[in-house]
């Protein structure tokens, strides 16, 4: 029997190549490629993909194989607007339930997101978008909202980086983080709410800036998949 502990390795590793965007939507994970990767049998491996398959993050295709999951844009409009209330929820609740030391980790956070938008780095400006989010999601206290927030967010994840190339959207970011930042700091809740909202429907300017956006081959337009290991 596999370790518990190497299966639980291997799915977060390749979460985190999925949601880093190493691995795209709509790329075949192969099992044998994978299993050599990380020196294991395919049986981890198979275990590892139903588990990420369970979390929409991969799906399985009969005769193809694990596909790195694409979605369609109906949908990932759809999932926007919902992530756009979520994490407005959470804003509200964070905005009165928040401590100090969550305060002053997010305006660490932030100062660190400032240094990347000068030096125009996107990963560590990603990076940092990440914890944002995800401090404010833990200071809101409802562990349920929080997991559910983080866990649709990780599935949007590959949409929601692609948006941080738009021409000046890492500046734009960084400034509405700025006025999240000041609503919570006042405790202002219906402001941390809205701000939240807006945030996340901004991301892509308008809606055809938005679509305009998206690298054609991660959406979820055709039933051929790119291997991942060609």
Same mark, same amino acid.
């Given at each position: 029997?596999?370790?518990?502990?190497?299966?639980?390795?291997?799915?977060?590793?390749?979460?985190?190549?999925?949601?880093?965007? @190493?691995?795209?939507?709509? $790329?075949?994970?192969?099992?044998?490629?994978?299993?050599?990767?990380?020196?294991?049998?395919?049986?981890?491996?198979?275990?590892?993909?139903?588990?990420?398959?369970?979390?929409?993050?991969?799906?399985?295709?009969?005769?193809?194989?694990?596909?790195?999951?694409? @979605?369609?844009?109906?949908?990932?409009?759809? $999932?926007?607007?919902? $992530?756009?209330?979520?994490?407005?929820?959470?804003?509200?609740?964070?905005?009165?339930?928040?401590?100090?030391?969550?305060?002053?980790?997010?305006?660490?956070?932030?100062?660190?997101?400032?240094?990347?938008? %000068?030096?125009?780095?996107?990963?560590?400006?990603?990076?940092?978008?990440?914890?944002?989010?995800?401090?404010?999601?833990?200071?809101?206290?409802?562990?349920?909202?929080?997991?559910?927030?983080?866990?649709?967010?990780?599935?949007?994840?590959?949409?929601?980086?692609? %948006?941080?190339?738009?021409?000046?959207?890492?500046?734009?970011?960084?400034?509405?983080?700025?006025?999240?930042?000041?609503?919570?700091?006042?405790?202002?809740?219906?402001?941390?709410?809205?701000?939240?909202?807006?945030?996340?429907?901004?991301?892509?300017?308008?809606?055809?800036?938005?679509?305009?956006?998206?690298?054609?081959?991660?959406?979820?337009?055709?039933?051929?998949?790119?291997?991942?290991?060609?």
């Amino acid at each position: 029997m596999v370790p518990r502990a190497r299966n639980d390795s291997l799915k977060s590793k390749l979460e985190q190549d999925i949601i880093a965007g @190493i691995l795209k939507p709509g $790329m075949r994970l192969d099992e044998v490629s994978l299993a050599t990767r990380f020196k294991v049998s395919r049986t981890p491996v198979r275990e590892a993909l139903l588990q990420l398959s369970t979390m929409g993050l991969v799906e399985m295709r009969p005769r193809r194989g694990a596909v790195v999951s694409q @979605i369609g844009l109906k949908d990932l409009l759809d $999932m926007f607007e919902v $992530m756009a209330e979520l994490e407005g929820m959470c804003g509200r609740l964070a905005a009165r339930r928040a401590t100090k030391s969550e305060w002053d980790r997010l305006a660490q956070v932030h100062a660190a997101s400032e240094q990347a938008v %000068q030096a125009v780095d996107f990963d560590a400006y990603y990076r940092c978008n990440v914890e944002f989010h995800e401090i404010i999601y833990q200071a809101s206290r409802n562990t349920f909202l929080a997991n559910q927030t983080l866990r649709l967010r990780n599935r949007l994840a590959p949409y929601r980086r692609s %948006q941080l190339h738009q021409n000046g959207r890492l500046q734009g970011s960084y400034d509405e983080h700025e006025a999240i930042l000041a609503a919570l700091k006042i405790q202002n809740a219906d402001e941390t709410e809205r701000l939240m909202r807006e945030h996340l429907t901004a991301q892509g300017g308008s809606l055809h800036d938005f679509i305009a956006s998206l690298p054609a081959d991660i959406l979820n337009t055709s039933d051929n998949p790119v291997s991942a290991y060609n």
